[in-house]
């Protein structure tokens, strides 16, 4: 119950910087590399049920029935 949750100012500056680039199978030469890190939070998530129950969840939604009694 004492544990903080990070919020927006834990964070410190965050700059944005475009790089040129040309991905011809992207919509107008357009690269994308911002999905890779969508999903880092979720093992993360996982890992920390997993410490925290003892069961390691390997599905998502991550549910309390899951994390109790394992899959």
């Given at each position: 119950?004492?544990?903080?949750?990070p919020t927006?100012?834990?964070i410190?500056?965050?700059r944005?910087?475009?790089?040129?680039?040309?991905?011809?199978?992207g919509?107008?030469?357009?690269?994308?590399?911002?999905?890779?890190?969508?999903?880092?939070?979720?093992?993360a998530?996982?890992?920390?049920?997993?410490?925290?129950?003892?069961?390691?969840?390997?599905?998502?939604?991550?549910?309390?029935?899951k994390a109790?009694?394992?899959?």
């Open positions: 119950m004492s544990y903080k949750l927006r100012l834990d410190g500056s965050i944005v910087a475009f790089e040129p680039s040309y991905e011809p199978t919509p107008f030469g357009a690269k994308s590399i911002g999905e890779v890190v969508i999903n880092t939070p979720l093992a998530v996982a890992s920390a049920v997993a410490h925290a129950t003892g069961h390691q969840v390997r599905s998502l939604p991550i549910t309390p029935e109790l009694l394992g899959e």
